[in-house]
């Protein structure tokens, strides 16, 4: 099949959905992720961007890393998003003793029936909180790795099938903190977005304080989405117009990051399909069942910032892992990259 | 923003676009030295429009109606305080300067004026857009006007008017000048920047051509109160070199400019010599030049036919010369010193070579006969030249006036000279050197010395001024000559075998008495200045390249005026270099911009409107989603809400791709939106707040 050809048939895809059911489904759509973002918002203050950024994340099937110094609340927003979502919700606290089957589970000895039994680990969830990712070993985190992007787990030469939807969200402190591993580049690849929090203002922290003194308000959240209800907006996503000139657009800023002067190697095709498939989620979220130019320069620093890996000497020693000069980078290029106006 | 407000903003912008029009058309009056209208009324005028401008309702309203924060309301009566005051006391000081007729404090007060103009402008001005245009022809005008104008003494003004523009940008840049802050705080210094050079550079090239393009008015209106002494002051103006009056009585001024016109004085055949004399002048008072009348007159009457002067020295050659008259001549015009005349009308003669008709002259198309003297003979034999002078202290006189300089020099001039003709030939390679031919160059002062201001302060002149000066630099040193006044060249391209004279072929010239010769003609006047404007089929490269000379002649030389000139040069070129990258980054917007014909009517109207933008450079930058340009767009014109929906059915339109179009009510709201946004941004009001995003 030729290129020309597949397009059109993605047209075709597209286009196949009925207008008013599209119309329908699209603010049923709407509705879901604006209850999920309020939902997280009662508990996350002063957050709306990171929220939104989480949420679009976790609609478009991908995974998000967020990233600040301890304590600034990305352990609670990544929380928050897991209770939000109904299904199981487990969690992962890192050390430098975990071990892979810590995370995938291992094969026990079951002395009934006399023979090994599979025991699923905590990575067989619907949402999975990895916290502080970055103080696991290099061997535990690539446990993850498997796992994040096939939704498959093998042990002991057994492969098992994680359940469906399975978000992973992952926190990481600055990898100047001691006691930290670099997360490899390749699993920095898999996650869909990285962000960071950055300070919350006076008054959003003095809320917070008030609330948090009486109790973690967290653990009050009640979930808004069932896990089918997500599969089902995933799906939607999947189905929001991208036009030509929108696609353009997107590959001309991810072929700008590796044109960039301060970067060794920029922003990947995998790069690409998850900033355009965050940017569809971004749309259906928006209530538009097409992707604009907006979505992507929205998305783009976070979904392109953590994977760009510069050039040697750019940024000094500090910045291996840390996501905020790729993502200036990503800025920069974002100014100077045309928008099409069609294709 | 009442629809009233906005009606009332478009009025204004239009009134400041005429305002700044008539300015820029006055100004190139401004530095003609002799301007055909006084300038200086229509330059009040154009002060009352912008005061009026700066005080009226008007302007009031829009302040108002912008925003209608408290901020406007505090500012605006402080500025319009300071623009009435600044008005009134740059009124004062133009009345108090006026002096009518004197030129020079009339440019100068011209300038001052432009540069109260333009600050009032400035306190008036509502976007920054307008405020540097504003500087930018006031500031080109004031360059160009010291320039070309030969007037050193608007450098000054010049200068000021140049810290003017830092100090309005610096203004604009703490946005103390617009009443809109927001329209400035987006703005880097480096836009600011860029928003008053572009506009003053293409301003300066502008003006630099409409002043080449203009005609010089200089020459055609004089203005003096000769009380009818002067050869144009009487029915005799129209007349060309003819009106030197009656022998004897005959007055050559050179504080005053005969017209130049085109109209035909006489036809000769083309092989007759190029050099046609009418009258001679022997005395010379400082000012003007005077045909005495020495010895007996003779009368010519139809009757006596040709006379053949007999005894005349070996050298001299007689020849007769057949003319045809063509326009007004009341002398007679012959190649030499007439000496013999037959044809219609009386003449009568003195022995220095005038001969002029008793009444009228003859009559249009009317032929005659003239037998002349021509004096003439190597170089050789002109410096070999021996013999009983000419013994007539008349051609020796110097008037009591004259500068002890001109002496000075030349005496200087001709000290290495060993005989007359060597002498004659120093001051002829001095002038021609040394001094600039100007057909336009400003008259002197009514007081001053002409010789003295031509060979030591203006350096420029035309054919009068050199040759008075080489008369009066060879008689200081006791050479014998006189000025001949008559015409030279002409036209031999527009009637084959014929030379046509025309009036503005009239030339003055030089003659010496050589002994034993005779009076030789000596032309001190660079040759190709004298009647190169005469062919009157010049091709349109001539032409040019004519202005181009004459633009280049007409910069004041000296060291300022060196400097000057470079400058000037340089502005130029930056200039033209500013216009032709604007101009390509305008022709890449716009190519950007250009519709196709597969174009949705959203997409197609909002590129119309970005199309208008990008004329004022505010147009989206190409980094720019809609969405980011809809935030900035919005104003006066439009609301943002609106601004916003028509932007987000354009997205819709444009990324929605098939089947996700939209309603057409939207598409109609959206179209008239872009539209009356693009209406508002041909009318300068503000659609864009602060500038686009660049690189």
Redesign the interface.
């Known amino acids: 099949m030729d290129s020309q050809a597949q397009l059109a048939l993605v047209?075709d895809t597209?286009?196949s959905v009925p207008?008013g059911y599209?119309t329908e489904s699209r603010s049923l759509a709407e509705d879901a992720a604006t209850r999920l973002i309020s939902n997280v918002e009662q508990v996350v203050h002063g957050r709306r961007a990171a929220v939104e950024l989480v949420v679009a994340g976790l609609l478009s099937g991908g995974h998000v890393l967020v990233q600040d110094v301890p304590g600034s609340g990305k352990t609670t927003l990544a929380h928050a998003v897991a209770r939000s979502v109904g299904g199981d919700f487990r969690r992962i606290q890192c050390t430098a003793d975990l071990l892979p089957g810590d995370v995938t589970g291992s094969a026990m000895w079951n002395p009934s029936k006399q023979e090994f039994t599979f025991v699923p680990g905590p990575i067989f969830a619907n949402v999975l909180l990895v916290d502080e990712l970055n103080r696991a070993t290099p061997r535990a985190q690539s446990a993850l790795l498997e796992a994040m992007d096939e939704a498959t787990v093998t042990v002991d030469g057994v492969r098992h099938d994680l359940p469906n939807p399975f978000f992973v969200v992952a926190t990481q402190n600055p990898t100047d903190q001691y006691g930290t591993y670099p997360l490899p580049e390749g699993q920095l690849d898999r996650f869909a977005l990285g962000l960071s929090l950055g300070p919350n203002d006076r008054a959003t922290e003095r809320r917070v304080m008030r609330e948090q003194l009486i109790r973690a308000t967290v653990n009050d959240l009640q979930p808004v989405l069932a896990p089918e209800e997500l599969r089902w907006l995933q799906l939607e996503v999947r189905r929001t117009?991208v036009?030509d000139?929108?696609l353009d657009f997107c590959l001309s800023v991810v072929a700008a990051t590796r044109e960039h002067p301060d970067v060794r190697v920029g922003a990947s095709s995998r790069a690409a399909l998850s900033l355009l498939r965050c940017a569809q989620a971004r749309a259906l979220v928006a209530g538009?069942?097409?992707?604009?130019?907006?979505d992507i320069?929205l998305l783009a620093p976070t979904a392109l910032g953590h994977r760009i890996v510069l050039a040697p000497g750019v940024a000094g020693p500090v910045a291996m892992g840390s996501t905020s000069a790729g993502v200036s980078i990503v800025r920069d290029v974002?100014?100077?990259?045309?928008?099409p106006?069609?294709s | 923003m009442t629809p009233q407000a906005a009606e009332l903003a478009r009025q204004n912008a239009r009134a400041t676009r005429i305002a700044f029009m008539v300015a820029g058309a006055c100004g190139e009056f401004a530095v003609q030295p002799l301007a055909p209208f006084p300038v200086w009324l229509a330059m009040l005028a154009l002060f009352v429009v912008v005061a009026l401008a700066a005080v009226g309702q008007p302007f009031a309203a829009v302040a108002d109606g912008t925003d209608g924060t408290n901020r406007n309301r505090r500012v605006w009566p402080v500025r319009q305080l300071v623009a009435v005051v600044v008005i009134a006391l740059a009124g004062a000081e133009a009345l108090t300067q006026l002096r009518p007729g004197d030129v020079q404090s009339e440019g100068r007060t011209l300038a001052l004026l432009m540069l109260f103009v333009q600050f009032a402008h400035a306190l008036a001005s509502r976007t920054r857009r307008e405020t540097a245009l504003g500087c930018g022809v006031v500031v080109a005008t004031l360059a160009v006007a010291a320039v070309f104008g030969g007037d050193v003494t608007l450098i000054a003004p010049m200068a000021l008017a140049l810290a003017g523009v830092a100090v309005t940008a610096a203004l604009l840049q703490r946005g103390v000048l617009l009443e809109s802050a927001t329209a400035v705080s987006a703005g880097s210094p480096a836009s600011v920047v860029r928003a008053c050079v572009a506009p003053l550079a293409s301003a300066l090239a502008i003006g630099a051509l409409i002043f080449l393009a203009l005609p010089d008015t200089s020459g055609l209106r004089v203005r003096s109160s000769l009380g009818g002494s002067g050869r144009l002051s009487g029915p005799a103006a129209d007349r060309g070199v003819s009106g030197v009056g009656a022998v004897g009585a005959g007055t050559l001024d050179l504080n005053a400019r005969g017209a130049l016109s085109d109209a035909p004085v006489l036809e000769v055949d083309a092989s007759a010599p190029r050099y046609w004399q009418g009258a001679v002048f022997a005395d010379f008072d400082g000012r003007s030049w005077r045909s005495s009348r020495q010895g007996g007159l003779l009368l010519w009457t139809p009757d006596d036919g040709m006379l053949r002067p007999a005894g005349a020295p070996a050298p001299v050659r007689f020849r007769t010369d057949h003319a045809t008259v063509l326009g007004g001549v009341d002398v007679v015009l012959a190649p030499g010193a007439p000496t013999g005349y037959a044809g219609p009308g009386t003449v009568v003669s003195d022995p220095d070579g005038n001969a002029r008709f008793v009444g009228d002259g003859p009559d249009r198309n009317a032929g005659y006969d003239v037998a002349s003297v021509l004096a003439g003979a190597s170089d050789d034999a002109l410096r070999a030249a021996a013999g009983a002078d000419v013994d007539d202290p008349r051609w020796t006189a110097v008037p009591s006036v004259m500068a002890p300089r001109v002496r000075a020099l030349a005496v200087q001039l001709t000290a290495s000279a060993s005989n007359r003709f060597d002498a004659v030939a120093a001051v002829e390679d001095y002038l021609k050197a040394t001094e600039t031919y100007d057909i336009n160059s400003p008259l002197p002062r009514r007081g001053d010395d002409p010789i003295d201001d031509f060979l030591f302060v203006s350096h420029r002149g035309f054919c009068e001024q050199f040759a008075t000066a080489a008369v009066m630099l060879l008689r200081s040193v006791g050479v014998p000559a006189r000025l001949v006044t008559g015409y030279a060249f002409g036209d031999t391209t527009s009637r084959p075998g014929e030379r046509i004279f025309r009036q503005r072929d009239a030339h003055a010239w030089v003659q010496v008495y050589y002994p034993g010769v005779g009076w030789v003609a000596s032309d001190a006047t660079p040759s190709g200045a004298a009647g190169a404007a005469s062919s009157g089929a010049a091709s349109v490269r001539e032409r040019i390249a004519g202005a181009l000379r004459a633009a280049w002649k007409r910069i004041p030389h000296g060291r300022v005026g060196a400097f000057v000139a470079v400058a000037a040069a340089f502005a130029i070129g930056a200039a033209l270099v500013l216009l032709a990258g604007r101009g390509l980054a305008r022709r890449r917007q716009r190519a950007r911009a250009t519709g196709r014909p597969d174009d949705g009517p959203v997409l197609a109207a909002y590129l119309r409107l970005e199309r208008a933008l990008a004329a004022q450079e505010r147009a989206r930058a190409p980094g720019e989603t809609f969405g980011e340009f809809a935030r900035r767009l919005g104003g006066l014109a439009v609301g943002a809400g609106e601004v916003a929906r028509a932007m987000r059915c354009l997205e819709q339109e444009c990324y929605g791709g098939r089947g996700r179009q939209p309603a057409p009510a939207e598409v109609a709201a959206a179209v008239a939106v872009f539209d009356r946004l693009r209406a508002a941004a041909r009318d300068d009001v503000p659609v864009v707040v602060g500038n686009a995003p660049r690189r």
Do not use: E
């Open positions: 047209d597209f286009d207008d599209a117009y036009a000139a929108v538009r069942n097409y992707v604009v130019p907006d320069k974002l100014a100077s990259v045309p928008v106006l069609r």
